[in-house]
């Protein structure tokens, strides 16, 4: 057997000073393998549903298994706001306000149950409870309830309907919300518009709301709120915090409401457009306000995001469910985990990782990524350092953990820029010092999602060939989900019957994983190093023979 400091493997094993000359871009990273923080969690916990009612996951498997990752799913403004949403026998007879009909809302909890996760129902106003109506854009009415003590009622028999269906212990293990972007006035607000009534009419909704689940349920609810944060809104949205911890609250006169998470959500404008206010800041200075007025232990997430449009198709930008088809979607996720886990950011609840919105259709490679990251959701993060050398724009980044459960050594390092024809290589290294495997045998795994795992590469040379232009599209072509958006019908045609099955087989291919097995010499010190292309992610797994 070879000691590690001579050449194993041309790809993975090489001499760092030759490597590192071969691409713009370079970072060496030194990792403690024996300093252990905390643990990472699984960051790919959570998915939404634009409307739970009418969501069906495919009886088809073909290949998006989101249960493999997937624990919680959102179901969004999931108790009105329309006549859709709204949850009666007759949504529209004003008259009658408590022909409660929740239905709906039970079957889509099975089927959320039934694909292995947990529902996580944001509540929100049934229309039927304004007379005055305020449609705003989302197709939702967006005044409070006319008498907040019938939308109590309401939420409380929903609530006494579910645990009756399902057991207490069980509804008890759910997540709740209030809202949508709460503080967003194309969600909520007064019949004014104006910053103070709607954030006070928002308070209100929030402790009606969670009284009445507490009446059923308990107090020891895992119940929280989503804002933009990111953007500004009607009103600042920190100051619900306020109210949490100190304000009176208006249903039960006590001290405050329970909280026990605050997300946000976050967009980047394009893949050449990043927010201005990236996520660590969104989320700082929500824990710094959280944290000023003694909410010590909240968790925060992103409840919806990714990245916003891009090419426009023919009636617009928008990427249906917020993600590219094409490599740099893997990078930017590289990208965003590593912001994540620096800034302890519990989860990122994605619109979709599949062609076909959440499970349905084939798994496009964010899928990928997101079975990967979720191996780093036991281990614990590893004291890490970094030298580089890097482009103009270009973020090429990693996170070491160790997982006790295979006593293995986690790597993730990707090669990233806002940029989506960026086209440059990057060069990364590690030295992991582990003394803990001086002199013994190691496995060393490495799997990179990169271009030559993507079917949407072939799908780009497909379009050229076919004259696919983007006007085929109803959003922008560099979408993913392509069962769900090419409206050409000749197009359309072409897709499903020819070129569907091949790029469904391609997705499904597994990637190569390359194994190494080396011999650590005296000093217990590891070295890796691989060339990177543009927006890859490379993935290892090191662990004692």
């Known amino acids: 057997m070879k000691r590690l400091t001579t050449l194993v493997c041309a790809s993975l094993l090489l001499a ?7 691409a713009p871009s370079s970072a060496t990273f030194r990792v403690d393998a024996t300093k252990r923080g905390k643990i990472i969690g699984n960051k ?61 809302l039970i079957a889509a909890c099975h089927r959320a149950l039934g694909v292995g996760a947990k529902p996580h129902i944001k509540l929100s106003v049934p229309a039927k409870y304004s007379r005055e109506s305020a449609m705003v854009v989302f197709g939702v009415d967006g005044l409070p309830p006319d008498d907040f003590e019938v939308y109590y009622k309401y939420i409380r028999a929903m609530t006494e309907a579910l645990v009756a269906e399902f057991g207490l212990d069980e509804v008890k293990s759910w997540g709740w919300g209030v809202l949508v972007e709460f503080e967003n006035a194309d969600w909520y607000h007064d019949k ?28 020891d609810i895992y119940i929280g709120a989503h804002a933009m944060a990111c953007t500004e809104g009607l009103w600042d949205e920190r100051e619900l915090l306020d ?14 409401a329970p909280i026990k998470y605050f997300a946000v959500s976050f967009y980047d404008d394009a893949p050449n457009r990043p927010h ?23 968790r925060y997430g992103v409840d919806e995001g990714r990245i916003l449009g891009a090419t426009k198709g023919r009636d617009g930008s928008d990427l249906i469910w917020r993600i590219v088809g094409q490599t740099y979607q893997a990078g930017h996720d590289g990208h965003t985990f590593k912001i994540m886990v620096d800034n302890d950011i519990d989860y990122f609840s994605a619109w979709s990782y599949s062609t076909a919105g959440a499970y349905s259709g084939y798994p496009l490679l964010t899928y990928r990524v997101a079975e990967r990251l979720y191996e ?44 989506l024809n960026y086209a440059d290589k990057a060069s990364v290294a590690f030295k992991i010092d582990a003394p803990f495997w001086k002199g013994k045998d190691v496995e060393i795994q490495k799997t990179v999602i990169d271009d030559r795992a993507n079917f949407f590469c072939q799908w780009q040379k497909d379009r050229e060939t076919y004259g696919i232009t983007d006007d085929a599209f109803h959003w922008s072509p560099d979408s993913g989900s392509l069962d769900a958006q090419i409206v050409d019908p000749e197009k359309r045609t072409l897709y499903y019957e020819k070129l569907r099955p091949g790029y469904l087989a391609k997705a499904n291919e597994p990637i190569p994983v390359e194994t190494t097995s080396v011999r650590v010499g005296d000093d217990g010190t590891i070295e890796l190093s691989e060339t990177l292309d543009r927006h890859a992610v490379a993935f290892y797994k090191i662990r004692a023979k």
């Not at 760092?16 to 071969?22: F, R």
């Not at 634009?50 to 073909?62: A, D, F, G, I, L």
């Not at 929500?286 to 909240?298: F, H, N, T, Y």
């Open 44 to 104: 790919v916990s959570t998915v939404n549903l634009w409307q739970c009612q009418t969501w069906t996951p495919s009886e088809k498997n073909e290949g998006a298994d989101l249960s493999k990752f997937v624990e919680h799913i959102q179901f969004m403004q999931a108790t009105g706001g329309n006549p859709s949403r709204d949850l009666f026998a007759d949504p529209n007879n004003l008259d009658v306000l408590d022909d409660y009909d929740f239905s709906s």
């Open 376 to 419: 780093f959701r036991d281990a614990k993060l590893l004291e890490t350092s970094a030298e580089k050398n890097l482009a103009e724009g270009v973020d090429c980044d990693a996170v070491a953990a160790f997982d006790d459960a295979s006593d293995s050594v986690l790597l993730m390092a990707y090669n990233f820029k806002f940029d």
């Open 16 to 22: 760092t000073g030759a490597l590192l000359a071969e």
């Open 192 to 219: 004014d518009k104006t910053p103070e009534g709607s954030r006070d009419a928002y308070f209100k909704l929030y402790d009606y709301s969670s009284a009445a689940l507490c009446e059923v349920l308990g107090p």
């Open 243 to 256: 109210h949490c911890a100190n304000g009176t609250n208006a249903k039960t006169g006590e001290k405050g």
């Open 276 to 298: 201005p206010m990236n996520l660590a800041e969104t989320i700082r200075r929500i824990r710094e306000r959280a944290e000023s007025v003694g909410l010590k232990d909240l």
